[in-house]
């Protein structure tokens, strides 16, 4: 999924977002060390994982019910689907279960 604008907010808002943000990229790439050479931080600054066909995965922080929140965007069929997981670690594992769906990865 490309972004013209991206929803997402910039972490360089706060030092604490772009500690969170390191973190959950040293996850995905302690689980998926081949993501090194795909994880990229797009203008919004958020992790992105391209996919095939101009689409990705896109995790970053969004203001939601008034507080800004790690979230995990992923392409459909209809658009996107937009994850809110609980913790830094559930974001880096709803990212990979994303990744595997897209790629047929088990």
């Known amino acids: 999924m490309a972004s ?12 604490t977002a772009l ?12 689980h998926r060390p081949e993501l090194d050479r795909r994880l990229v931080v797009g203008p919004s600054g958020a ?3 391209p996919l ?3 689409r990705s995965i896109e995790i970053g922080r969004m203001r939601r019910r008034g507080e800004a929140r790690w979230v995990v ?3 459909s069929a209809d658009g996107a689907v937009l994850r809110e997981p609980r913790t830094l670690r ?3 594992r709803t990212a990979l279960g994303a990744l595997d769906g897209v790629t047929g990865r088990r």
């Not at 013209?4 to 030092?15: E, M, T, V």
């Not at 969170?20 to 790439?29: C, D, G, Q, S």
């Open 52 to 54: 095939t066909a101009g």
């Open 4 to 15: 013209s604008g991206s929803i997402l907010s910039h972490p360089a808002s706060g030092s």
């Open 90 to 92: 559930a974001v880096a």
């Open 73 to 75: 965007v992923t392409p």
């Open 19 to 30: 500690v969170e943000r390191e973190a959950i990229r040293a996850l995905l790439l302690e």
């Open 47 to 49: 992790l992105v994982i």
